[in-house]
């Protein structure tokens, strides 16, 4: 397909001149544009299907850049990258040196702030808003933001605070609640859309608030006008608690109709102070596929736009996922222990739980996109004798540290960590990049580590922390591992024992070399170790640590080699210095880990390559450091 009115847009201010049936055009053209990149390329579809006249309505109604936009997640701005200059780098998308998947200030001057994780928009876009008054600079700030992120805490403290005056002035800020999923809206209509448009505009909020001043001096009538004011509009939109917090609401409007949307924008772009409207989209809109099952397309692999999804014909035995094989063990620990509850902050198909909410509905809980929540809500499970088992992303335990610390560890309940996606992630990038765990979970008392190695280790690893009676992470990878066979019993890994796997003779330098593995890095370890002729360790438990192996090693060898997939800087390494100084010994030590610098998106054995952290740069690493020791 041709793209005539697409081609000419190289950025926001090329469309402002189009008339609104050229606007329409224009959207039907981004969207079949967007379907075909991104079948060529894999992304999030059905969330930027979804977005594609909200975008053309926000860039064509503000003036961005100048006017800030802040897109929460991000999942839905391909749309906005490919209107702001970056439509000829989409074939580059989510790849190594290629464009960010999400918002990036560093990406372009139209990314005003770099979003991934959720609910963080109206935080950014309020600050940014104030920025601009204390700056006595004329500015919009816009928070566009979904429903499933206006279920976290972090949002209503924002709408909490973007409701107050600062120095006496409120803030210019708009918040657009996208709300794709339809499930907090009455249909949507003609009327509907004429009452957005009259509550939005000048003359009805000019009017509403002379009338206040008027009735102010009639307390009495006031207050009855008030509450006729507050059903009447109680008939036709939603219930707003958004008013309450010192929003106009305004909404819910159809985010797919561009006569709606532009107009409405228009009205509460003049308006000052804080500004609330809701818009109804569709998941997936415009792709039929997509529409009847926008999870399945929400972040595809490629395919073809005629034929849709396909599942791929196997033709030999296929290697269960990290994140199958705890959805597995979940099922059948359940069926074993009617104590365990699981709980899952909105990652139900991501961390492979669909099948335990299917067998055990009472006892599965998805508390939303709220983190923090899902944690002190696990404690408090635990505190009445039931054994929660939290599964989520290492990247998201960061949002709900001091719950972690404080609700958790404190109180030594016994709550399982399930840390999906720890280590490299790939395409997704940074922000989703499981680097941190083992150095933020390992410092805390009474916490323990468990980083398995393979399919089977990672069943028997979350059967032991779920032996336990106090609380244990266990961590694994995206994605497949070793492709090991998978035991079916519920029998647990020895507590805080590792194993080695490989003995050395000397290498040829003569120096005899150990590497301690923690996690699935141990198959490249093993690898390496038989090219280097190097003892191999298996450490399995970061915390506790097997220092009685580790002290063996130290005694049998003149180098020691930590790897881990995770931050050097208070990791595994870093208890393995700590023991090893706490034993007196001072044996030679070199860690290996992600480097210190956030890791971009990219292919996963790539980026592990780049990190030094595959076999070859394993071997590379130990051989230039055993030459440099040579040489002294």
């Not at 006031?222 to 109680?234: M, Q, R, T, Y």
């Not at 922000?431 to 765990?437: C, I, P, W, Y």
């Amino acid at each position: 397909m041709s793209y005539p009115l697409l081609s000419k847009i190289d950025k926001p201010a090329d469309m402002r001149h189009l008339s609104r049936s050229e606007l329409k055009q224009l959207a039907f053209e981004l969207r079949d544009y967007l379907l075909h990149s991104v079948s060529r390329t894999g992304g999030h579809l059905s969330s930027n299907l979804g977005t594609v006249e909200l975008t053309i309505a926000l860039h064509y109604v503000f003036n961005t850049p100048e006017d800030r936009l802040v897109w929460d997640v991000g999942h839905q701005t391909y749309p906005h990258k490919i209107l702001t200059g970056r439509r000829d780098r989409m074939p580059s998308l989510r790849q190594l040196g290629g464009m960010s998947g999400f918002p990036r200030r560093d990406e372009s001057e139209y990314d005003t702030f770099g979003t991934a994780h959720s609910s963080t928009s109206i935080s950014a876009a309020l600050g940014m808003a104030l920025g601009a008054q204390l700056r006595g600079e004329a500015r919009k700030a816009v928070a566009i933001i979904g429903d499933g992120a206006m279920t976290a805490g972090m949002a209503f403290e924002a709408l909490n605070n973007g409701g107050m005056p600062h120095a006496g002035r409120l803030a210019d800020v708009l918040v657009v609640l996208n709300d794709n999923d339809m499930s907090i809206s009455p249909p949507v209509g003609a009327l509907n859309r004429y009452l957005a448009r009259l509550m939005s505009g000048r003359f009805y909020t000019t009017a509403r608030e002379s009338a206040k001043q008027v009735l102010r001096n009639a307390p009495p009538l006031f207050e009855l006008v008030k509450k006729f004011e507050e059903h009447a509009k109680g008939m036709v939109v939603p219930a707003t608690i958004f008013e309450e917090f010192g929003f106009n609401y305004v909404g819910p409007i159809d985010g797919h109709d561009l006569d709606s949307l532009i107009p409405t924008l228009e009205n509460l772009r003049d308006l000052g102070g804080p500004q609330f409207l809701h818009v109804v989209t569709k998941k997936g809109n415009g792709y039929k596929l997509a529409e009847a099952d926008p999870i399945a397309y929400h972040g595809p692999g490629k395919f073809d736009p005629a034929v849709g999804l396909v599942k791929p014909v196997v033709t030999g035995p296929v290697k269960p996922t990290f994140a199958q094989i705890f959805g597995q063990w979940l099922c059948d620990m359940a069926a074993h222990d009617q104590r365990l509850v699981g709980i899952t902050p909105a990652m139900r198909e991501g961390s492979g739980m669909v099948e335990f909410h299917q067998k055990y509905p009472g006892r599965y809980f998805d508390v939303g996109i709220a983190e923090q929540h899902a944690v002190t809500f696990a404690a408090g499970l635990a505190c009445e004798g039931l054994k929660p088992v939290v599964a989520i992303y290492s990247t998201f335990l960061q949002r709900a540290y001091d719950q972690l610390i404080h609700d958790v560890a404190i109180q030594n309940l016994p709550v399982v960590f399930a840390l999906d996606r720890a280590g490299i992630v790939g395409s997704d990038g940074a922000t989703h990049m499981g680097a941190f765990d083992i150095a933020f979970v390992r410092c805390i008392p009474n916490m323990s580590v468990i980083a398995p190695a393979d399919e089977a280790e990672c069943r028997q690893a979350l059967s032991a922390a779920y032996a336990q009676n106090h609380p244990v992470a266990v961590r694994y990878p995206r994605g497949t591992g070793a492709g090991v066979a998978v035991p079916t019993d519920l029998s647990c890994l020895p507590w805080g024992k590792g194993e080695v796997r490989r003995h050395t003779t000397q290498t040829a330098s003569g120096q005899r070399v150990a590497i301690l593995a923690f996690g699935t890095l141990l198959q490249q370890a093993l690898v390496a170790g038989d090219v280097l002729d190097a003892s191999v360790a298996n450490m399995r438990f970061i915390k506790p640590l097997d220092t009685a192996l580790l002290l063996d090693l130290a005694k049998g060898h003149d180098l020691l080699v930590t790897l881990e997939e995770g931050c050097i800087q208070g990791g595994a390494g870093a208890a393995v210095a700590e023991a090893l100084a706490a034993a007196g010994l001072s044996v030679p030590l070199m860690m290996l880990g992600l480097p210190d610098q956030f890791v971009e998106h990219g292919e996963p054995a790539k980026l592990l390559s780049l990190c030094g952290l595959d076999a070859a740069g394993i071997e590379l690493a130990v051989r230039t450091r055993l030459a440099a020791t040579a040489q002294t």
